[in-house]
């Protein structure tokens, strides 16, 4: 799922802090902010002006998408894909002072249940071995040509085993570990995880509410070096503030691993069955901070800074889409929505690493 811009918005913040949540404010922060390059619009404007929008309240930016299956399995070279497509945006995203976290999406990340969307057009599946070995060969180029400080091999793996069928399932185990064992050996110095969907562990999707955990998740990637948290309580919370103290923790169960939340964020408006508003919004990303203290969590990925302007992208549109369409922090014309001056309350915090 996936990036922005007063004194009336900071009041509606400074209000919503004061009423909310049931924490108490800090002057630091121990994780590090970012956002994804996915622009409003599908132009190189509209990318541009993004980033140096966000850059100035972030310290990671995000590339989170679905393998170039196509051209991988038409034989084109990774070193040449990545050359034509992500070289030149990451140079410029580290001229602007940001690191890189970088995911590799296995399935489809609008509908878990299926394949990834290219693998469908071709006919092919991640439960292949040349499929996976052609997954392994981009991530060992994607290590070489642009050195992420953390890289994902797998997203929202839970929802993955809850929503998908069980042989695609164990096609994502074998070659998450398969490409992790690679980039060990390959001397990588990144930080590897895998993602997993908080609400799908707390049954809040849909199902009874009853806590299932991710302890099957720690089991079947044993290499993760940081739990990677994808979380969209809006479809399961009616307020910020109704979160529990320990949505993050119980994760963990006990470990000392590090925690990044690398995707999520909260609606301003409706959503399908949801109701919501930018007030809510700004409420949450105050609300959203105490549970990262709360962990002493190590990033705070939104993918989002700006609310997609759908009309502007070609057709077919996934219909999962609307549904986040809205959680940016800005409309689609980079107009911040009170939720910015949160986040920016937030940026200002001193960062103890």
């Not at 811009?5 to 949540?21: K, P, Q, R």
């Not at 109704?242 to 609606?267: F, H, K, Q």
């Not at 408006?269 to 809510?280: F, H, I, K, N, R």
């Amino acid at each position: 799922m996936r990036s922005t811009l007063g004194a009336f918005a900071l009041a509606l913040v400074l209000t919503a802090a004061a009423c909310g949540g049931g924490g108490q404010s800090s002057s630091t922060r121990t994780w590090v902010m970012g956002f994804a390059p996915v622009p409003p619009r599908p132009t190189t404007a509209a990318v541009i002006q993004g980033i140096d929008l966000w850059s100035q309240r972030a310290e990671y930016a995000a590339i989170h998408e679905e393998l170039p299956w196509t051209d991988l399995l038409a034989g084109m070279s990774p070193d040449a894909i990545l050359d034509r497509d992500k070289v030149q945006l990451v140079a410029y995203l580290r001229s602007k002072g940001l690191q890189l976290y970088f995911m590799a999406d296995l399935t489809d990340g609008l509908s878990r249940g299926e394949e990834a969307p290219q693998l469908r057009a071709l006919g092919r599946s991640i439960t292949e071995p040349a499929v996976q070995q052609a997954y392994r060969n981009y991530m060992l180029a994607v290590e070489r040509k642009l050195h992420p400080e953390v890289i994902g091999l797998a997203a929202e793996t839970n929802l993955i085993r809850a929503a998908g069928l069980p042989a695609v399932y164990s096609g994502v185990v074998a070659a998450a570990n398969a490409a992790a064992a690679d980039l060990l050996a390959a001397g990588s110095s990144a930080t590897l995880m895998v993602s997993v969907q908080v609400e799908t562990a707390w049954d809040r999707l849909g199902g009874s509410g009853n806590y299932v955990g991710v302890e099957q998740d720690f089991s079947d990637f044993p290499f993760a070096q940081m739990l990677g948290l994808s979380s969209y309580p809006y479809f399961a919370f009616a307020q910020p503030e109704d979160i529990p103290d320990n949505y993050y923790s119980r994760l963990l169960n006990g470990r000392a691993l590090p925690v990044m939340v690398v995707e999520g964020g909260w609606t301003s408006a409706a959503a399908g069955p949801v109701q919501s508003t930018t007030a809510l919004q700004a409420r949450y990303i105050t609300r959203h901070a105490q549970l990262l203290d709360a962990i002493g969590a190590r990033g705070l990925i939104q993918l989002l800074f700006a609310d997609l302007d759908l009309a502007s992208f070609p057709p077919p549109i996934p219909p999962s889409v609307p549904l986040f369409v809205n959680i940016g922090l800005t409309d689609s014309d980079f107009n911040g929505k009170p939720a910015l001056a949160a986040w920016d309350a937030l940026h200002a915090r001193q960062l103890k690493r």
